[in-house]
């Protein structure tokens, strides 16, 4: 286009040790809204499990009370089991209006036994095309797995189970936009996308396996918390150290491992797509 056990068992989740204290909490009515499909969406447990369903009808969708320019944001998600082809559970953070901008993670549903595509992207001031795919490395339907997404002023990191799948660093130096102006409000929807999510569209959704359902917990969100145009951070504050937090060799070591092994697509490599020359950020290094 988010989440979640107790607190503990996400910081334990991660490699990487940002604080998480701030907005983290297990009651998801305290940090989210169920916004659309007429009660497919449900919060259950006395807050600490969240439900999305999609049946032939319609998808749901949820997103959270606040906005955030800067954010720390973790949820830990089981995906739709089974044969799930057609099907696409979002996760993602995103501004207002018509020069956005946004995080994307994308869960390409399919077949039984096929692995889920992860589909990441990032929109700056409403131009998008950064599209990098992946497999997981384990099976995502079993159990609730982290997923993160760190959007600081440095750089842009997309995690799974603390390992990082993607980078976008800020390089608005050398004319990369970079999105750091408008805040951005996370959400989260289960849709029907049998027009290309498995395979181009070639296989499509099969409604006798609906509902189909995903399921959230352990929203956490440490973030600078946008409200009447201003940011509850304060650049002096001991509580926003993860505002500057250093991608270090480590990371950058896990990265190359998880792009080398998994990664299936990258708009970076497609010189077909870009016939008058690859994308500015993709001739530097460090987000190609």
């Not at 998480?20 to 009660?39: E, H, K, P, R, S």
């Not at 982290?146 to 800020?170: A, M, Q």
């Amino acid at each position: 286009m988010a989440v979640f056990s107790s607190v503990t068992l996400v910081i334990a989740f991660l490699i990487f040790t940002p604080s998480m204290v701030a907005f983290a909490g297990i009651n998801l009515y305290q940090d989210v809204d169920i916004t659309w499909g007429d009660g497919r969406g449900k919060i259950v447990n006395n807050g600490q499990l969240l439900t999305l369903s999609l049946d032939r009808a319609s998808g749901s969708g949820f997103q959270s009370k606040n906005e955030f320019l800067y954010a720390n944001i973790d949820t830990q998600i089981k995906l739709v089991p089974g044969n799930s082809a057609g099907t696409v559970t979002a996760y993602y953070l995103r501004s207002e209006g018509l020069s956005w901008d946004e995080l994307d993670f994308e869960f390409l549903g399919n077949l039984s036994g096929d692995p889920y595509i992860v589909h990441t992207n990032v929109y700056t001031q409403g131009k998008g095309s950064r599209e990098q795919q992946f497999y997981l490395w384990f099976d995502p339907t079993a159990d609730f797995h982290t997923y993160s997404i760190h959007w600081s002023p440095e750089h842009v990191v997309f995690y799974v189970d603390g390992k990082p799948l993607r980078k976008f660093k800020n390089l608005e130096g050398v004319g990369v936009p970079y999105p750091k102006n408008q805040p951005m409000r996370l959400y989260s929807s289960l849709w029907n996308a049998d027009d290309w999510a498995t395979r181009g569209g070639l296989v499509k959704t099969d409604w006798s396996q609906a509902p189909f359902t995903a399921s959230f917990m352990n929203f956490s969100a440490n973030g600078c918390v946008w409200s009447n145009g201003v940011s509850s951070c304060n650049s002096n504050s001991s509580h926003n150290a993860w505002l500057s937090q250093q991608f270090d060799s480590t990371s950058q070591k896990r990265l190359n491992w998880v792009r080398k092994k998994y990664m299936i697509y990258n708009y970076c490599t497609d010189t077909k797509r870009f016939p008058q020359g690859l994308p500015l950020e993709c001739t530097i290094r460090t987000n190609s």
